[in-house]
């Protein structure tokens, strides 16, 4: 895709809780000429941008309903109690949805999680936004379970968290609009989240490769390697020993005949 055929930018959707922030690096570094626009939804409106056209794709949080949308997961979050620092619950590493059988466990209409059956108490009402249930975790009304990333969004000094090791997993995931093909710019995003290199990543693709140079083969001595020993013959090693039973030129000496009885006349 070239010329004019170039969107003007790739409008990439993402819910709260997820930082997008190193692949909009990668991608600004990769197509400079094409600016990516960040719009920022809830979950409850992340499906409905990528269906009306607001996003070219999105971060979005599973599941996602396959019929008209495409998705590639990423990663699974850690799930957290969110609970005020003096709670008891905050001097341990890590707790089970068992622990929390006594504590009233908000549940806001924007959960994330996928619950069987949530643990602990029900809440009086239930809140309209996470935000809202965080405000009452610090009033000390009760607590509540979330991705991590939520409980470090809403981060406060008095707040703190936990893990919990059997509540269910958020995960976070590419989507897109299902068509025929995928466009260029989304091949492009999708290579770049799932970690290829410049050189490996389809659609509008990155610079041409360079080619390798061709080794230059190292020049031959003068005379070459057998001229390089037969030439010093005469006073190198390969001289051996005289044919008349002296000792070559190694030393650079000549040859001594050997001194026998004189003969008799």
């Given at each position: 895709?070239?010329?004019?055929?170039?969107?003007?930018?790739?409008?990439?959707?993402?819910?709260?809780?997820?930082?997008?922030?190193?692949?909009?690096?990668?991608?600004?570094?990769?197509?400079?000429?094409?600016?990516?626009?960040?719009?920022?939804?809830?979950?409850?409106?992340?499906?409905?941008?990528?269906?009306?056209?607001?996003?070219?794709?999105?971060?979005?949080?599973?599941?996602?309903?396959?019929?008209?949308?495409?998705?590639?997961?990423?990663?699974?979050?850690?799930?957290?109690?969110?609970?005020?620092?003096?709670?008891?619950?905050?001097?341990?590493?890590?707790?089970?949805?068992?622990?929390?059988?006594?504590?009233?466990?908000?549940?806001?209409?924007?959960?994330?999680?996928?619950?069987?059956?949530?643990?602990?108490?029900?809440?009086?009402?239930?809140?309209?936004?996470?935000?809202?249930?965080?405000?009452?975790?610090?009033?000390?009304?009760?607590?509540l379970v979330v991705p991590q990333s939520l409980a470090r969004l809403h981060h406060?000094?008095?707040?703190?968290?936990?893990?919990?090791?059997?509540?269910?997993?958020?995960?976070?995931?590419?989507?897109?609009?299902?068509?025929?093909?995928?466009?260029?710019?989304?091949?492009?995003?999708?290579?770049?989240?799932?970690?290829?290199?410049?050189?490996?990543?389809?659609?509008?693709?990155?610079p041409t490769p360079p080619q390798p140079k061709a080794k230059r083969k190292p020049?031959?001595?003068?005379?070459?390697?057998?001229?390089?020993?037969?030439?010093?013959?005469?006073?190198?090693?390969?001289?051996?020993?005289?044919?008349?039973?002296?000792?070559?030129?190694?030393?650079?000496?000549?040859?001594?005949?050997?001194?026998?009885?004189?003969?008799?006349?």
């Amino acid at each position: 895709m070239t010329g004019s055929e170039v969107p003007h930018s790739f409008r990439l959707a993402y819910v709260p809780g997820v930082t997008p922030t190193k692949w909009v690096r990668i991608w600004n570094e990769r197509l400079p000429d094409v600016p990516l626009t960040l719009v920022q939804v809830s979950p409850a409106e992340s499906f409905g941008a990528l269906r009306g056209g607001d996003a070219d794709a999105g971060l979005v949080r599973l599941p996602v309903d396959r019929t008209d949308l495409s998705a590639i997961p990423l990663y699974t979050e850690t799930t957290v109690v969110v609970i005020p620092k003096d709670h008891l619950v905050a001097a341990v590493e890590e707790i089970t949805t068992a622990d929390l059988a006594d504590e009233i466990v908000l549940h806001p209409l924007d959960d994330t999680l996928d619950w069987e059956k949530l643990p602990g108490r029900p809440a009086f009402e239930r809140p309209a936004t996470t935000a809202d249930a965080i405000e009452l975790v610090a009033a000390g009304i009760g607590v509540l379970v979330v991705p991590q990333s939520l409980a470090r969004l809403h981060h406060r000094k008095d707040l703190t968290y936990r893990p919990v090791t059997d509540a269910p997993e958020s995960r976070v995931a590419l989507s897109w609009q299902q068509e025929d093909t995928t466009p260029d710019l989304v091949e492009e995003f999708i290579g770049i989240v799932r970690g290829r290199t410049v050189n490996s990543t389809r659609g509008r693709g990155g610079p041409t490769p360079p080619q390798p140079k061709a080794k230059r083969k190292p020049a031959a001595a003068a005379g070459g390697k057998s001229g390089g020993r037969s030439g010093s013959a005469a006073g190198g090693k390969t001289g051996g020993k005289n044919p008349r039973g002296g000792s070559g030129g190694a030393k650079g000496g000549r040859a001594t005949p050997k001194r026998g009885k004189p003969r008799s006349r």
